[in-house]
């Protein structure tokens, strides 16, 4: 993986919308202050379309036992 680019604070302020491009194409970049780095800048995760509550009724099935631990289980987490 190739090592983020670094920008001073002023460079950043600077070239911001050429920041943000580097950023869109998957890029990470760092900005320092006085030679020290402060904080990364990187893409954010594609948000995920959710379809709302209940979008998986009757897709789903559970076991009868589904709420209960089995005995090694159990005794692992101190419960018996």
Excluded at 1 to 29: D, F
Excluded at 43 to 52: D, E, I, M, N
């Amino acid at each position: 993986m190739e090592a983020a680019r670094q920008y001073n604070v002023h460079e950043a302020k600077t070239h911001l919308s050429r920041i943000l491009e580097q950023v869109a194409t998957g890029q990470e970049v760092v900005i320092s202050k006085a030679g020290e780095p402060v904080a990364k800048v990187v893409p954010l995760r594609a948000q995920v379309a959710r379809t709302g509550r209940g979008s998986l009724r009757g897709q789903i099935r559970f076991g009868d036992d589904f709420d209960e631990l089995p005995d090694d289980v159990a005794d692992a987490f101190g419960m018996r």
